[in-house]
T-cell receptor, first 109, second 115 residues
Framework: QKEVEQDPGPLSVPEGAIVSLNCTYS??????FMWYRQYSRKGPELLMY????GNKEDGRFTAQVDKSSKYISLFIRDSQPSDSATYLC?????????FGSGTKLNVKP | DGGITQSPKYLFRKEGQNVTLSCEQN?????MYWYRQDPGQGLRLIYY???????QKGDIAEGYSVSREKKESFPLTVTSAQKNPTAFYLC??????????????FGPGTRLTVL
């Protein structure tokens, strides 16, 4: 079983929509969760980082961790065409980072 | 300007050749990583290093080699033993593992194509 699983999409939404991106993970001991955004042919850039459970908000982005169901989510409010990218969830555990396969998001103007 | 640089941006290799991808960081990070990314797949860890002169194999180390002679540099050699090397290669670094507030930063990547 992979450490983290992510729906690859693609996901296409109209501008202004609320977007929900999700991952599941295998080990209930995981504590450090991250979301990265990757534009085409570029390196990933860190969007959000959360420790343990709960929500974290940064502007239009909210990261949520539900440890009881081993589920992590990224919500994007008022989505913009500039949000079109691939979003990767990641988990850190004992010196290694585990990445989901990425969800490709397209926000149509 | 602090960050991670990778060179070259594009690299072409003939069958049977070894090639070396450069990765340099001026963030004073202890740990450095190499990942491979294929279309529609996530990042797969090739090698990582937590301190100078020490490194560990990741999940797909076969056909690759690394060195960590300096804290700021972590070059990756793709050898002729790597059967399917065409991919996007990403280098990353992170501070001491006990401090994750900055977590992991990525370079811009090198796209390697085997001719």
């Amino acid at each position: 079983q992979k450490e983290v699983e992510q729906d690859p999409g693609p996901l296409s939404v109209p501008e202004g929509a609320i977007v929900s991106l999700n991952c599941t993970y295998s080990n209930s001991a995981f504590q450090y969760f991250m979301w990265y955004r990757q534009y085409s042919r570029k390196g990933p850039e860190l969007l959000m980082y959360t420790y343990s459970s709960g929500n974290k908000e940064d502007g239009r982005f909210t990261a949520q961790v539900d440890k009881s169901s081993k589920y992590i989510s990224l919500f994007i409010r008022d989505s913009q065409p500039s949000d079109s990218a691939t979003y990767l969830c990641a988990i850190y555990n004992f010196n290694k980072f585990y990445f989901g396969s990425g969800t490709k998001l397209n926000v149509k103007p | 300007d602090g960050g991670i640089t990778q060179s070259p941006k594009y690299l072409f290799r003939k069958e049977g050749q070894n090639v070396t991808l450069s990765c340099e960081q001026n963030l004073n990070h202890d740990a450095m990583y190499w990942y491979r990314q294929d279309p529609g797949q996530g990042l797969r860890l090739i090698y990582y290093s937590q301190i100078v002169n020490d490194f560990q194999k990741g999940d797909i180390a076969e056909g690759y080699s690394v060195s960590r002679e300096k804290k700021e540099s972590f070059p990756l050699t793709v050898t002729s033993a790597q059967k399917n090397p065409t991919a996007f290669y990403l280098c990353a670094s992170s501070p001491d593992r006990a401090d994750l507030t900055d977590t992991q930063y990525f370079g811009p990547g090198t796209r390697l194509t085997v001719l």
